[in-house]
């Protein structure tokens, strides 16, 4: 990720945190109420045969693994159906090869299984706060990156004493982090590892917080964003990002003609406005400003 384009991020990270805290709790947002407007699909796509593009055209019909416990990004609402920022990102590429939005069949990929839905075919891609980093790249490929996040620290709004990861080990504190995670390893260097405690999904260890079982959760600052506006003002936000996290599109490993359609897709969807809608629908409840699409990684 350039730096850059970090720089042009920060803005937005702030905007995310100052909207956050300002809410002062109350219910999260209702996505279901208030439906994000239906991406638009394209007619008669073609596209070169044996491609993967072609074959999921062909069907009308594409699998998305996706996460159901974060709220804005995704997270399972009053229809019993994902929702969220990575939700409308997947309708969009979806819309691009020509598949209606019921079309798209979601399932739930938490972190710690997100290469082994793609690797077992379960999935044809995973939208899913999904950072993208060379271990993972090893087993997948990843288009985007579509957002730029940053893993920060949330604790109980009276807590006074974490005040960023470097005040983690002198409070001896117990962090909580989902397994898989680049956050649950990240953060192993800022603590005695014996305080870490992982389960398989973040609203676990919102519920761990809550009850005092631990005293700080790690994760992507809007992840924990999505946690806090659901908190009725018991948590809070650290504020102090020491990470920089692109989220991708993760691919079955090698597929460069996909990687490049939908990197192609989302400059699109940037131009068209689909792109700012689908923030504005979603994320945009707790942040309203836009973020700006990343510059694209390389396909590989």
Known sequence: MRLSHITRVAAVTAA????????G??????LSGDAPPA????????????????????????????????PLFGATGLSDQPEGFDVEIAKIIAGKLGIQPDGVTFSEAPSAIRE??????RVDMVVATYTINDRRKERVSFAGPYYVAGQDLMVLSD??????????????????????????????????????????????????LRTNQVDAV????????????????????????FTEEPYGIGIKKGDVAFCEFINQTLKEAEADGSYQAAW?????????????????????
């Open 16 to 23: 995310l945190v100052l909207t956050a805290t300002a809410c």
């Open 159 to 208: 807590n006074t004493t974490i005040t960023g990861p470097d005040s983690l080990r002198g409070a001896n504190a117990r962090v909580c982090s989902v397994s898989g995670s680049t956050p649950s390893e990240t953060i192993k260097q800022y603590i005695d590892e014996a305080n870490l405690v992982l389960f398989d999904v973040y609203s676990k260890c919102a519920d761990a």
């Open 25 to 30: 709790g109350g219910d999260a947002p209702s």
């Open 280 to 300: 504005e629908s979603t994320a945009g409840k707790v942040a309203p400003e836009a973020p700006t699409l990343p510059p694209a990684g390389t396909c590989s």
């Open 218 to 241: 790690t994760t992507d600052n809007v992840i924990l964003l999505g946690l806090i506006d659901q908190s009725a003002g018991q948590f809070k936000l650290v504020d102090q990002k």
């Open 39 to 70: 991406p638009p699909v394209a007619e008669d796509a073609a596209f070169e045969p044996g491609t993967t593009m072609a074959a999921l055209a062909e069907a009308g019909t594409i699998r998305v693994g996706t996460k159901y416990d974060q």
């Open 116 to 121: 082994e839905v793609l690797e077992q075919d």
